[in-house]
């Protein structure tokens, strides 16, 4: 019966600094999907994006600030004991050794990144251990490109029901409550500049941030 396996949810990002816009979707997608536990997954090296300044180690930390204590948030520092460059791939196939076959897994990722999935490392293979679940994110409505809707149209499916009846290979995109423009980028810009983020992390993440003076001078 799938209401009794495992749901277990991964939000791989490069978290350059967390955010409240992760960390409010990474809440109420632990509620929306009902899983036992969503593992926030930061990349040591961003296949698709320059390095990031911060350290990931840095970046691990900010993200453990983060999360705090809530519940059902793990911050998972797997990919930072890889060398190489992160592939989701990889990291949901030592997932899936982890939890077993009948386990639904659940890879989660915002539109923005959606829109490049066709260019990640074998897309394909994502769906042999995962399901994927898309978050809207402001801003982003872009039609799907042709190579994307070839990768997800036969996988879709309607409702998390639906989805949660087999372990993997759904696609299921999903409007959580609280949609917020927040982006990592902009923190980026207005910490260089100097202005305040106060409101847009973690209050925890900000003292980290301001105590070691990270994010301060443009590479
Ligand atoms: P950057 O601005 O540096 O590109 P980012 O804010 O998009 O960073 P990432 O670490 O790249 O943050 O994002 C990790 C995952 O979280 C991605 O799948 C991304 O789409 C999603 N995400 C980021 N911000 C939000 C948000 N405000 N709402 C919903 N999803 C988000």
Same mark, same amino acid.
């Given at each position: 019966m799938s209401q009794t396996e495992q749901r277990i949810g991964m939000l791989g990002g490069t978290?350059?600094?967390?955010?409240l816009g992760h960390l409010r979707s990474a809440v109420e997608l632990h509620e929306a999907l009902s899983l036992d536990r969503l593992h926030m997954i930061p990349a040591?090296?961003? &296949?698709? +994006?320059?390095?990031?300044?911060?350290?990931a180690k840095q970046r691990l930390a900010l993200l453990e600030a983060g999360i705090?204590?809530?519940?059902?948030?793990i911050a998972d520092d797997r990919e930072l004991r890889r060398d190489g460059p992160s592939y989701s791939v990889d990291t949901l196939a030592e997932l899936r050794g982890e939890v077993g076959e009948q386990a639904r897994l659940v890879m989660a990722i915002g539109f923005d990144a959606f829109l490049r999935?066709?260019?990640?490392?074998? &897309?394909? +293979?994502l769906f042999e251990f995962a399901h994927l679940v898309v978050i809207a994110r402001p801003g982003y409505d872009d039609p799907l490109p042709a190579s994307l809707m070839e990768l997800v149209a036969h996988r879709r499916v309607d409702s998390v029901d639906a989805l949660m009846q087999r372990p993997c290979g759904g696609y299921l995109p999903l409007e959580l409550p609280s949609l917020m423009a927040i982006s990592a980028t902009y923190i980026r810009e207005r910490l260089e500049a100097g202005k305040s983020v106060r409101y847009l992390l973690p209050e925890a993440v900000e003292l980290a941030i301001t105590q070691d003076g990270l994010y301060r001078q443009r590479e």
């Amino acid at each position: 019966m799938s209401q009794t396996e495992q749901r277990i949810g991964m939000l791989g990002g490069t978290f350059d600094p967390v955010h409240l816009g992760h960390l409010r979707s990474a809440v109420e997608l632990h509620e929306a999907l009902s899983l036992d536990r969503l593992h926030m997954i930061p990349a040591q090296q961003p &296949p698709l +994006r320059g390095r990031p300044q911060v350290s990931a180690k840095q970046r691990l930390a900010l993200l453990e600030a983060g999360i705090g204590a809530t519940p059902g948030l793990i911050a998972d520092d797997r990919e930072l004991r890889r060398d190489g460059p992160s592939y989701s791939v990889d990291t949901l196939a030592e997932l899936r050794g982890e939890v077993g076959e009948q386990a639904r897994l659940v890879m989660a990722i915002g539109f923005d990144a959606f829109l490049r999935l066709a260019q990640w490392h074998q &897309p394909e +293979r994502l769906f042999e251990f995962a399901h994927l679940v898309v978050i809207a994110r402001p801003g982003y409505d872009d039609p799907l490109p042709a190579s994307l809707m070839e990768l997800v149209a036969h996988r879709r499916v309607d409702s998390v029901d639906a989805l949660m009846q087999r372990p993997c290979g759904g696609y299921l995109p999903l409007e959580l409550p609280s949609l917020m423009a927040i982006s990592a980028t902009y923190i980026r810009e207005r910490l260089e500049a100097g202005k305040s983020v106060r409101y847009l992390l973690p209050e925890a993440v900000e003292l980290a941030i301001t105590q070691d003076g990270l994010y301060r001078q443009r590479e």
